[in-house]
Nanobody, 123 residues
Framework: VQLQASGGGLVQAGGSLRLSCAAS????????MGWFRQAPGKEREFVAY????????YYADAVKGRFTVSRDNAKNTMYLQMNSLKPEDTAVYYC?????????????????WGQGTQVTVSS
């Protein structure tokens, strides 16, 4: 397995979760990484992006100010700290490794995807 997402679960609105994405070195080191999510009946959407060095980070407007993406290159692991969760954050969350250049929103950039972890926020 190249990417393994974990940390999802059921939480009440206003609560917090921390997702992890453990990766093999060949798909993590030297690559920018992203988080996406997919709610039932909806397309997979961009959540957050972090460059290889961690120097540049981008968020979807819907999560800005509530979610924080980070990475530990020594551990080949990326994280997504999610605070002030809302019912509309309910989705399967995927981590992905960007293998080519292009828009951070373009799913075609990401050559490797984790299996996803379910996040459910109750109201």
């Amino acid at each position: 397995v190249q990417l393994q997402a974990s940390g999802g679960g059921l939480v009440q609105a206003g609560g917090s979760l921390r997702l992890s994405c453990a990766a093999s070195e060949r798909v993590f080191s030297s690559y920018d990484m992203g988080w996406f999510r997919q709610a039932p009946g909806k397309e997979r959407e961009f959540v957050a992006y972090i460059t290889e060095s961690g120097d540049f980070i981008y968020y979807a407007d819907a999560v800005k100010g509530r979610f924080t993406v980070s990475r530990d290159n020594a551990k080949n692991t990326m994280y997504l700290q999610m605070n002030s969760l809302k019912p509309e954050d309910t989705a399967v969350y995927y981590c992905a490794s960007a293998q080519s250049r292009g828009s951070i929103y373009d799913k075609r950039r990401y050559g490797y995807w984790g299996q996803g972890t379910q996040v459910t926020v109750s109201s």
